[in-house]
């Protein structure tokens, strides 16, 4: 699955005091991608409203509302 938080380029680009800056990815570790096989903390809305955290393999995040990684 492709990373979401780098959406598969490996790093992100942020702005630091007028700078642009670019971080390698720590989510999945510069690789663009995120291996089904390891574990990651992982977070969404439930339908009560309430906010769900998770460790474990990825889950679909089609099925869970506002998912996202830590
Ligand atoms: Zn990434």
Redesign the pocket.
């Known amino acids: 699955m492709i990373?979401p938080?780098?959406k598969?380029?490996?790093f992100?680009k942020s702005t630091f005091e007028a700078e642009e800056v670019i971080l390698q990815?720590s989510?999945?570790e510069?690789?663009?991608e995120?291996d089904p096989n390891k574990h990651y903390g992982q977070s969404w809305t439930e339908d009560n409203g309430n906010k769900a955290l998770y460790f474990g393999p990825l889950l679909d995040p089609k099925n869970f509302k506002d998912w996202t990684l830590d």
């Open positions: 990373c938080k780098c598969g380029n490996g992100t990815c989510t999945c510069s690789q663009g995120l």
